[in-house]
């Protein structure tokens, strides 16, 4: 079984920074890529970014690139999403999903969400 935890979400001012971890338990896999998405309220669901296990490949989406950061801790099975010069438009649950790089569906795995709220 796998389990996908996020934590670390909050509520912040603006230009503020926080730090969203995400640890994988149950079944591990030699390959994934863990990604991070959110979803506002009444919005649809956007890709954050995402970075793979072996190679440490990232990649992000375009309104995050620049102040958010993906790094992963192989050992420990954690990935964690550091968030700088928050905006309030940044408010969402976030979400992290793991992606077994082609032996699976796309994103299989998810977690159940941390809510990060930035204020003005």
């Known amino acids: 079984q796998v389990q996908l935890v996020e934590s670390g979400g909050g509520l912040v001012q603006a230009g503020a920074s926080l730090r969203l971890f995400c640890t994988l338990s149950g079944q591990t896999f030699g390959s994934y890529t863990m990604g991070w998405f959110r979803q506002a309220p009444g919005k649809e669901r956007e890709f954050v970014a995402a970075?793979?296990?072996?190679?440490?490949?990232?990649y992000y989406g375009d309104s995050v690139k620049g102040r958010f950061t993906v790094s992963r801790d192989n050992a420990k099975n954690t990935v964690t999403l550091q968030m700088n010069s928050l905006k309030p438009e940044d408010t969402a649950v976030y979400y992290c999903?793991?992606?077994?790089?082609?032996?699976?569906?796309?994103?299989?795995?998810w977690g159940q969400g941390t809510q990060v709220t930035v204020t003005s």
């Open positions: 999903a793991l992606d077994r790089d082609g032996t699976g569906p796309a994103y299989e795995y």
């Open positions: 970075i793979k296990r072996v190679s440490g490949s990232t």
